[in-house]
């Protein structure tokens, strides 16, 4: 059982919804580093576990309605089955837990947000960390020219596995650089992910002392991406 019979029922929940969804990258691996990372976010600035994993559980369930229907913004579609999902839990969550639940889905993949919530700025981040890393690396691959340039298989197997993933991301890479189409349309989209770095999008300081290295990892790919 997890911390709470909330966060288990949760998961109860949700888990089949995700595992309808054909592109990985916004599968069950991603919903569960997202809460891993919520998790230790949430440690840093003292907010409640329960909430934040339901949160990281739910935000992306309207890329399930994403794929299916070919419908844009799917943090707003995000919203709907999140209510389905709330209205089943017992006990009943207040309304003030709610709210917070369904505002920083709702807000979740805005460009900018300026609202104050915690709880949306724990949730931005730790979405945006996965695409950090060797893993990240993969996810952005596959996300952006939807294909895999190593097997799917191998990549999902090593979500754990730091060192795996950056023998797999390092290949990834090299095939992609050979095709100048690839090349040209995964470099817009590794400046983009820079840019949060470079830029300091991301919300809070502890994201930047808990994933320095994740960091670090995207900015050295992006820097020897031309040779
Ligand atoms: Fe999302
Ligand atoms: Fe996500």
Redesign the pocket.
Known sequence: MENGSLLEKTKQLVKPQYNEIDNWT?GWP??TN?RDTSFQLAKRKGAKKDITGIIAYC??LG?IIEEKEKLPDHATLSVEPTIRVLDQLTPALSQHDFGTIIGAIAV??DFNYVGNKEYAKILRDA?KV?SLGAWGILRSIKFTLKKDFVPQEEILKNQNNPKALEELAEKSIFILKKQPKSKEKYRLNLNKISEWIEKELFHLKSTYNLFSDKMEYILNVKKNFDF
Request: avoid cysteine; charged fraction near 35%.
């Open positions: 916004h991603h919903i997202v935000h992306d890329r979740h993949s979405d996965d």
